[in-house]
């Protein structure tokens, strides 16, 4: 079972979030530091993400309308690949059943490895540009 929590230290946030995403902005000259990061979230519902083991990642969500933004996921390097992005994801959506929403919305990039994750899961992509995916996932 994971939980959220919501997140106290949003360096240590914006921390793992540069960490596990230099190499997208390298490959996209994308030129992030801490505090540019740090800026693009402050302003998010920012958890930390944990389970009997502790703190494994984060997660940020928005929400505007009817809708869910899922802004980011981000788990611990030694964590990934373990099916806990899954779990997030599903975490996520009961949220937004709570809420009474209709959908959930991402944006991906295109080479990233999580983009087939969100297929698995339901997320259809809506629109597309050089970089990234639009994906949405309809909450029944």
């Known amino acids: 079972m994971i939980q959220f929590i919501k997140t106290k230290d949003l360096d240590k946030s914006a921390k793992l979030t540069l960490a596990n995403m230099q190499e997208y902005y390298d490959m996209y000259g994308v030129d992030w530091?801490?505090?540019?990061?740090?800026?693009?979230?402050?302003?998010?519902?920012?958890?930390?993400?944990?389970?009997?083991d502790g703190v494994f990642g984060i997660v940020r969500l928005s929400f505007e309308n009817n809708r869910c933004q899922l802004r980011d996921i981000q788990v611990v390097s030694n964590q990934q690949n373990k099916g806990l992005g899954a779990l997030v994801?599903?975490?996520?959506?009961?949220?937004?059943?709570?809420?009474?929403l209709g959908f959930i919305?991402?944006?991906?990039?295109?080479r990233s490895p999580a983009y087939r994750?969100?297929?698995?899961?339901?997320?259809?992509?809506?629109?597309?540009?050089?970089?990234?995916?639009?994906?949405?996932?309809?909450?029944?």
Request: hydrophobic share 40%; net charge negative; charged share 30%.
């Open 33 to 52: 530091t801490l505090s540019d990061v740090r800026s693009a979230i402050e302003n998010l519902e920012n958890y930390d993400v944990v389970n009997d």
């Open 89 to 100: 994801i599903s975490k996520v959506t009961e949220l937004a059943r709570q809420k009474n």
């Open 117 to 140: 994750l969100y297929g698995r899961l339901g997320f259809v992509i809506e629109n597309e540009d050089d970089k990234f995916y639009q994906m949405t996932l309809t909450v029944i």
């Open 105 to 110: 919305d991402l944006r991906v990039f295109k």
